[in-house]
């Protein structure tokens, strides 16, 4: 019997194209941290490549960190290869000394008058959570007070341990690439090996929350002496503006109790194609412990999230943008956090009540979790499988 087989060619209309958008054409409107307040004292300047632009970062001799443009207006010097006279910023090429407190030019030692105009711009920085935080707008508007992140309950009075502090700069990427982290479930199971049971999400006003309660994956774990089948891992992460997440961590050892951790995953922008991510790991400091024990409590979690921001990373270092995302009902709320994350990058009039109007999706993990099941079965089997045969 003849068959009459007619192959149709897919035209262009038929495929779905990614489009990658348009460039940003400015860098976040909030709060953005640096890093480890600490990490900025102790007598000398440091330079940061943040915002298409150098700051220096330093502490005066009132014991206050200043943030002011690196490059002096004298010359343009990079004021953080500099040094501190009397509290004040010296440039390394003429001396000039320049007030971290006023970003004014408080001398110029060879000269009898300072010029009129020698005046640098001084950034608004808070301290929160041992973390200093830089306010960036284009619009130089003082930052709203109801914006800076809360200081985790009991830091400031030593009630957890000291952080476990990493840093990663990730070139090729902007950094919205991170908070779309924030709505997609389906990614933790594939790239930080969890579990997800339930995830939630709660965009409000400057914040995007997102609620999971996880399990460790067997296939991955099993063998690990901390992993019981029985933990769970209850998650409350919120981003308070577009660069700055604390996220608590309940976690439910089995039997053994609950530990209390808390994560902050934050990032600064470097330029629109490159940013820096930094993570910190603190543990709510348990009876019988030292201090010394929670501090490497710590270090042990923060090395178990690396590994997952890492493989986050090694993604985005390779994959292109897409404002087209091809989405699933389970992929969740991508493209209302996408219109949550616009208005960082639009002027404070520009912003709309569909940016920061109250928003909350559920996402129904059901069929995921059905799917999941049967893939670390059969994963168990293989493990199984080779290690009958002397297979590692």
């Known amino acids: 019997m003849d068959v009459d087989v007619r192959l149709t060619e897919m035209t262009p209309d038929d495929v779905r194209q990614i489009d990658t958008g348009a460039d940003f054409d400015r860098y976040a409107r909030g709060w953005h941290c640096l890093g480890l307040a600490d990490s900025f004292r102790g007598g000398r300047p440091h330079s940061v490549d943040a915002f ?4 220096v970062i330093f502490e005066d001799g009132a014991g206050a960190i200043r943030v002011l443009d690196a490059y002096c207006r004298h010359m343009g010097a990079d004021l953080g290869m500099g040094s501190l006279r009397d509290g004040f910023l010296a440039c390394p090429f003429h001396g000039w000394q320049w007030d971290g407190a006023t970003g004014r030019c408080a001398d110029v030692p060879y000269a009898k008058r300072r010029p009129k105009l020698a005046r640098t711009r001084r950034w608004t920085t808070s301290e929160v959570n041992g973390q200093l935080l830089v306010w960036h707008d284009v619009e130089n508007q003082a930052p709203d007070p109801a914006w800076l992140p809360p200081t985790i309950e009991g830091f400031d009075e ?50 995007a929350s997102q609620l999971m309660h996880s399990k460790s994956r067997e296939d991955i774990f099993g063998d690990s002496k901390y992993y019981h089948p029985d933990s769970l891992l209850r998650s409350e992460a919120t981003y308070f503006g577009p660069a700055y997440m604390i996220n608590w961590l309940h976690n439910d050892i089995g039997s053994g109790g609950t530990v209390e951790v808390v994560l902050t995953n934050a990032h600064y922008p470097v330029t629109q194609n490159s940013f820096v991510l930094q993570w910190g790991v603190a543990v709510q400091k348990m ?106």
């Open 52 to 55: 298409g632009t150098r700051i």
């Open 158 to 207: 030593g009630r957890w341990s000291t952080w476990a502090w990493r840093s990663e700069l990730i070139e090729g990427s902007h950094c919205r690439e991170i908070v779309d982290n924030n709505v997609d479930m389906a990614h933790f199971f594939y790239i930080h090996h969890a579990y997800p049971t339930y995830f939630a999400n709660v965009i409000d006003g400057h914040t």
């Open 287 to 392: 009876p019988g412990l030292s201090d010394a024990q929670m501090s490497r409590m710590a270090e042990a979690f923060s090395a178990k999230f690396s590994e997952g921001f890492l493989e986050d990373v090694e993604v985005w270092r390779h994959k292109t943008r897409i404002d087209n995302p091809l989405l699933t009902e389970e992929d969740g709320p991508v493209y209302q956090q996408r219109r949550w994350y616009e208005q960082f990058y639009v002027d404070r009039a520009a912003v709309t009540p569909d940016m920061t109007d109250r928003y909350e999706c559920e996402i129904d993990v059901t069929h995921a979790r059905g799917e999941w099941d049967e893939e670390i079965r059969r994963n168990m089997v293989e493990r199984q499988r080779l290690a009958s045969i002397g297979v590692h």
